[in-house]
């Protein structure tokens, strides 16, 4: 058996290795603790969190696909301050390892008020700035869909920002390398994508969308070609790192993220049909390093 | 977890009774499991009717996709099971005259929380409503238990004729527990005045408090019926 090197790094943030479980997928890490020690993941992105406390939008918010599933979660969240106050300490006790804060807004001073307090919490080592909600009208996507909008977001933010600011994107666009770009030239320090695809089912019984708020972000295994070449498409024009995330459930998927340019990766759905998804990915990662003839998993970034 | 369903039997037209073997770590009537099923992305959630260490019952209603693969599945298989998830009734928060109140699918929960309290020296009392005569599960079951059992049912076919809210005043009882379609829990609420609790239903994504997909608001904040119920206190409920 040869060493297996799992090691990453984001922006000089070095990860134990790439795997870091989605935003919105698993909390503040503490429904998890029962399954495993999470302390094997490389980082974590916490639950998307906004300058004030949301309940998001009327149930069903969750609907059966093909290959995945849809959400209208709509960013339910106790407001920034309560995370600081509440959950991030309650988290420190579970994590050791530097956390990813995953911030939504609904203006741009929205995103700048949580970046600041944020950017002061000693185990925050990125801010990921989720322009790409679905499921919220007036802000989310709407900042992810133009890449003026983008450029103005990652501006202000890395005002006030002393973490590396990452930009979470939306394949819910026509040209999503014109909005990676803009971030980069905004000063955006990395990105993630994909956020989930705006998708909609209906009840045939009962005549109407499944979801109470008709559409939603569809995720799961059945995304995972379209954000493996969005991430491809992203990687082959930009230079900053990348985060690719949509559909990842085996250590395969990571790897053939890694092979499409990502730097590190995020997975999402799986966990939450799984709750040790994460865990079985890392775990079975050196098996799969040693099928493909692997040592350092940094050295299959971006294949040509 | 992985248990081997011993079990798979229709008890009416449309509800089926499963039996898994295997350790659960079910401790609470009233309890959920989640099961993942061959071709379908999301586990279905499934309240544990009653259940022993290393036995547990579920009775479902085959309503869509999820519950007919469960129907169809023989003995035999193995099947993965997310187990025990939910909060469950507190039989220690009953008076010694509990009524259980359950209707149609609901009403299995009302078994194990009903064996539990028997077991603890109460006096239950169950009230299962259904459609019609056709419909009834459970309530042999119930009465070999030593349940004291009121059968109604709509159209009057067995039992007596009504809703489950309509034999209340006739009964006595210190505390209820219900489970059951939501406005049959409302009319509950809003007629009984003794300490009450009430098992919601929701549609899940994961089952276990991570994706928010079964949140509502209560008094006391939003929950997640998943996580922090499916059992909730009827003051607390925003009714």
Redesign the interface.
């Known amino acids: 058996m040869t060493e297996h090197d799992l090691r990453v790094s984001l922006s000089g943030v070095e990860l134990d290795n790439p795997v870091i479980p989605a935003s919105?997928?698993?909390?503040f890490g503490?429904?998890?603790t029962p399954y495993y020690d999470i302390n094997c993941l490389g980082s974590l992105s916490f639950?998307g969190t906004t300058a004030e406390a949301r309940?998001?939008n009327p149930?069903?918010?969750?609907?059966?696909?093909?290959?995945?599933?849809l959400?209208s979660?709509g960013l339910?969240n106790p407001g920034v301050r309560h995370v600081i106050a509440g959950e991030l300490p309650a988290l420190r006790k579970i994590f050791r390892k530097p956390i990813i804060a995953n911030i939504s807004g609904f203006s741009v001073q929205d995103y700048v008020e949580a970046a600041a307090l944020l950017s002061r919490e000693e185990q925050v080592a990125i801010l990921e700035i989720n322009i790409s909600c679905p499921n919220v009208r007036h802000g989310g996507m709407a900042f992810g869909t133009s890449p003026e909008a983008a450029a103005e977001i990652t501006r202000a933010v890395k005002k006030v920002a002393t973490r590396p600011v990452y930009m979470k994107l939306s394949p819910n666009v026509t040209d999503i390398v014109a909005i990676a770009r803009a971030c980069e030239e905004a000063g955006a320090d990395g990105l993630s994508l994909i956020n989930t695809l705006l998708g909609m089912r209906i009840d045939l019984k009962r005549r109407r969308p499944v979801l109470a708020n008709t559409m939603g972000g569809y995720s799961?295994p059945g995304i995972f070609p379209i954000a493996l070449r969005m991430v491809w498409q992203v990687t082959g024009a930009v230079s900053i790192p990348v985060i690719g995330m949509g559909g990842i459930t085996t250590a395969a998927d990571v790897i053939e993220m890694m092979m499409a340019g990502a730097s590190a990766v995020q997975v999402g759905?799986a966990?939450?049909?799984n709750?040790t998804a994460c865990r079985e990915i890392i775990d079975a990662l050196p098996a799969e390093m040693d099928r493909l003839g692997i040592r350092r998993l940094r050295d299959i970034q971006r294949v040509s | 977890m992985l248990l081997t369903l011993t079990e798979c039997a229709p008890l009416t037209a449309d509800v089926h009774r499963w039996t898994l073997a295997g350790p659960n770590g079910v401790t609470r009537p009233g309890q959920f499991v989640q099961i993942a099923l061959p071709g379908l992305y999301l586990r279905r959630p499934i309240s544990v009717c009653d259940w022993t260490e290393n036995t547990l019952t579920l009775v479902f209603r085959q309503v869509g996709a999820g519950t007919a693969k469960m129907a169809a599945l023989r003995p035999g298989e193995q099947v993965d099971v997310l187990s025990p998830l939910g909060n469950g009734f507190d039989p220690e928060a009953c008076g010694c005259r509990p009524l259980l109140a359950g209707g149609g699918v609901g009403l299995p929960p009302l078994i194990g929380l009903g064996r539990a309290l028997l077991k603890k020296g109460c006096q239950p009392i169950l009230a299962a409503g259904f459609r019609h005569a056709a419909d009834l599960f459970l309530v042999d079951e119930a009465r070999s238990l030593g349940l004291e059992t009121v059968v109604v049912t709509e159209d009057g076919s067995a039992g007596e004729k009504g809703l489950v809210t309509d034999v209340l005043d006739r009964l006595s009882f210190d505390s209820l527990c219900a489970c059951g379609p939501l406005p049959m829990l409302k009319a509950l609420h809003h007629r009984v005045r003794v300490p009450s609790q009430f098992s919601l239903e929701e549609r899940m994504g994961c089952g276990f408090g991570a994706c928010m997909g079964c949140s509502i608001q209560t008094k006391e904040g939003p929950k997640r019926v998943c996580a922090d119920g499916p059992v909730f206190r009827g003051e607390a409920l925003d009714w």
Not at chain 1, 24 to 27: E, S
Not at chain 1, 61 to 69: D, Q, T
């Open positions: 919105g997928t698993f909390g503490q429904e998890f639950k309940f998001g149930t069903p918010r969750i609907a059966e696909c093909p290959a995945g599933m959400n979660v339910q799961g759905a966990n939450l049909i709750p």
